[in-house]
T-cell receptor, first 114, second 112 residues
Framework: DAMVIQNPRYQVTQFGKPVTLSCSQT?????MYWYQQKSSQAPKLLFH???????NEADTPDNFQSRRPNTSFCFLDIRSPGLGDAAMYLC?????????????FGPGTRLLVL | DQQVKQNSPSLSVQEGRISILNCDYT??????FLWYKKYPAEGPTFLIS?????DKNEDGRFTVFLNKSAKHLSLHIVPSQPGDSAVYFC???????????FGKGTLLTVNP
């Protein structure tokens, strides 16, 4: 029944070692989002895909990249993780843009950088 | 600069009483507001929303009030139940824009 699935739930990486987080959806939604949520902070949008079109937020560091090979899957790549990148990473989907389109969130992947 | 502020990190209420969660915003362009609820180890789930053309929206035990002049909204839960214990996020958007701007969340604990 899970609609937005994130793997792994916990990820430990080393400083500077590339890491990839995965998100999949069974909703067939057009839009997939990646949020970063640091401890006691608000979720912050990093980027999103509308279908195959990538949309980066202006303040997202270049260290963060994303891939969407098909409708169902979206990946977050962190090229050289720093200690400040330790956070919960939330994937979300919506059918389309607009007020009436609810965003559905996955459970998140908690990233620890050693 | 935080455009959506939830100034109370936590709130504790007794079962059966009213819970009031508050949210303030600074961006006058926001015209749609949402509340999301998050249980531990789960993602946020949509709870209720309100458009800026309204000042109240009700869904069962949950009511959201919007005061545009004060740039303030609140979520009322009546009566509160232990299962309502969760983190509540306030979020806002502009027009039909995809982007949700979230607050930091308020942890609600409903004591039996």
């Amino acid at each position: 029944d899970a609609m937005v699935i994130q793997n792994p739930r916990y990820q430990v990486t080393q400083f500077g070692k590339p890491v990839t987080l995965s998100c999949s959806q069974t909703l067939n939604h057009n839009v997939m989002y990646w949020y970063q949520q640091k401890s006691s902070q608000a979720p912050k949008l990093l980027f999103h895909y509308y279908d195959k079109d990538f949309n980066n937020e202006a303040d997202t560091p270049d260290n963060f990249q994303s891939r969407r090979p098909n409708t169902s899957f979206c990946f977050l790549d962190i090229r050289s993780p720093g200690l400040g990148d330790a956070a919960m990473y939330l994937c979300a989907t919506s059918r389309d843009y607009g007020h009436q389109e609810t965003q559905y969130f996955g459970p998140g992947t908690r990233l620890l950088v050693l | 600069d935080q455009q959506v502020k939830q100034n109370s990190p936590s709130l504790s209420v007794q079962e059966g009483r009213i819970s009031i969660l508050n949210c303030d915003y600074t961006n006058s362009m926001f015209d749609y507001f949402l509340w999301y609820k998050k249980y531990p180890a789960e993602g946020p789930t949509f709870l209720i929303s309100i458009s800026s053309i309204k000042d109240k929206n009700e869904d069962g035990r949950f009511t959201v009030f919007l005061n545009k002049s004060a740039k303030h909204l609140s979520l009322h839960i009546v009566p509160s139940q232990p299962g309502d214990s969760a983190v509540y996020f306030c979020a806002a958007s502009v027009g039909s824009n995809y982007k949700l701007t979230f607050g930091k969340g308020t942890l609600l604990t409903v004591n039996p």
